[in-house]
């Protein structure tokens, strides 16, 4: 249990992870915005519609609540993949990383690469390419060839990210909250 609480809290403090849910924050607010009362109770039509409004103002103020709880949610948990061992990376553009073992990444997957020393533009979040099984490329420039340091991460697929977002939504404007 402590070390999935510690999982959380890494991946939502995480700045790829943030600018990721941000994204999300800003479409789900879009959706909500332009949302009509429909079937909706008119109470929760405000009270989602004033979130959109205020995350459409200052995302940034709701970013942590969206951000520990889309990092909180079981599918997200799951998205994450084991840390496999960076054996090399190259200096040139796109930079090309080379694990120790099979990464089991696919193209357009998002990863995160930490604790790689030399080459160190590569680490943080990337989507990647993926050249073999042992090689991607992230979409930066090496700054010098980096030897046996550091981690690859699989995280979480963006349409997951705005799924859950979406889901929590009512929950983070106050619906169903009762006083």
């Known amino acids: 249990m402590a070390s999935s609480l510690i999982t959380m809290a890494n991946l939502a403090a995480d700045p790829g992870f943030n600018s990721r849910v941000q994204a999300a ?7 909500v915005a332009a949302e ?12 989602r519609h004033q979130l959109a409004m205020a995350v459409l103002n200052d995302p940034a ?19 994450i993949g084991l840390p496999v061992a960076i054996a090399s990376s190259t200096a040139a553009d796109p930079a090309a990383v080379t694990t120790a073992s099979a990464h089991g990444l696919t193209s357009g997957q998002f990863a995160e690469i930490s604790g790689h ?8 979040t990337w989507p990647v390419t993926v050249t073999s099984a042992t090689v991607f490329t992230v979409p930066v420039a090496g700054v010098a060839a980096g030897a046996v340091t550091g981690q690859v991460v699989l995280q979480p697929p963006d349409a997951d990210i705005q799924f859950v977002v979406n889901s929590v939504w009512s929950d983070i404007a106050g619906v169903g909250v009762t006083t």
């Open 117 to 124: 020393l030399a080459n160190t533009v590569v680490n943080g």
């Open 36 to 47: 009509i009362v429909g079937a909706q109770d008119t109470s929760a039509y405000q009270l």
């Open 25 to 31: 924050m800003v479409t789900a607010g879009l959706n």
């Open 61 to 79: 103020q709701y970013l942590s609540r969206f951000a520990w709880a889309t990092a909180a949610n079981v599918t997200i948990a799951g998205d």
